[in-house]
């Protein structure tokens, strides 16, 4: 992985961190169906209005089953369960739950291709996992009532993005906008059967409305257009160590927004988490030494 491909890398991680404090702002709020046919509405326009202004084209006509796959494994399905589990768990055990992705999809990457997973590779999914379990099996918020199911859903949607990430590698050529913009649209569509099982638990206020509007346009119609583009740069396992970053952001913003508790474990796990990525995606930074100036 390049430098530059590791630093959005880094950067996506961020804005998908963020993900974590504006789903547990508006869920309980907006319940999970409201929220995320907001999410994905706002973040449809959004790139509806950018795809206007650069005349970028959809191709329905073409591509419609492609989007309607992306929209219901890589936004529909796992927004909805994320969501549905933000309602009892904190940011930061969302965000380390998210970072199973890279683990599902090594593991679907070598079913689907047949193929070994490298040493390597291996390795940094094992440290990847050994932080994640260290964060989440000391953390108080897995003991709440409810949070058993929570917990599975979370898992569930982590498996939902490996599953879309794996198809987006192996389907039909379609540029990275394309892809986000057809999805979102698709994703609006399969949310609309949810919404009679999960009406609004109440009226949302100005803050809420703004965190699901940053779910949509930020968290989604930007973040999508850099994924994709990784996905198509380095392929759907790398693409997905996004989320083995994820954790640290997560805590960061559930810290000092939400004034979550951070312990010893955090800091041990999210070194680990790090250790991880670095191995599953190959990345090990270079540097060109400097010439010594003359005397």
Not at 59 to 81: C, E, I, Q, T
Not at 252 to 269: C, D, H
Not at 279 to 294: D, E, I, M, S, W
């Amino acid at each position: 992985m390049s430098t530059a491909n590791f630093l959005r890398l880094v950067l996506l991680a961020a804005i998908w961190g963020s993900s974590f404090l504006f789903m547990r702002i508006s869920a309980p709020v907006l319940g999970p169906a409201v929220l995320i046919e907001y999410r994905v509405g706002f973040a449809a326009v959004f790139l509806a209005t950018v795809g206007w202004f650069l005349k970028k084209r959809l191709d329905v006509r073409a591509n419609w089953k492609h989007y309607l796959m992306l929209g219901l494994f890589n936004s529909g399905l796992p927004f909805l369960l994320f969501a549905f589990a933000a309602r009892t768990l904190t940011a930061s055990v969302l965000s380390v739950l998210n970072a199973t992705a890279p683990i599902w999809g090594a593991l679907i990457g070598a079913a689907w291709s047949r193929q070994k997973i490298a040493g390597r590779t291996a390795l940094g999914l094992l440290l990847g996992t050994g932080g994640v379990a260290l964060l989440v099996g000391f953390d108080h918020a897995t003991s709440r009532p409810g949070a058993a199911l929570a917990v599975a859903a979370a898992l569930a949607g982590a498996l939902s993005y490996s599953i879309a990430s794996a198809y987006a590698r192996t389907a039909r050529r379609v540029e990275p906008f394309a892809n986000a913009h057809g999805s979102m649209w698709a994703a609006a569509l399969l949310v609309l059967p949810a919404l009679p099982f999960f009406p609004a638990p109440a009226a949302p206020t100005i803050g809420v409305m703004g965190a699901a509007l940053a779910l949509g346009v930020l968290c989604s119609g930007i973040a999508y257009i850099l994924y994709f583009k990784l996905i198509d740069d380095v392929g759907p396992t790398s693409a997905l160590t996004v989320t083995f970053l994820n954790p640290l952001f997560g805590i960061l913003w559930g810290v000092i927004f939400l004034n979550e508790i951070v312990g010893w474990y955090t800091a041990a796990g999210a070194a680990i988490v790090i250790a991880g990525t670095a191995l599953v995606t190959g990345f090990v930074p270079r540097f060109k030494p400097r010439p010594l100036p003359a005397i």
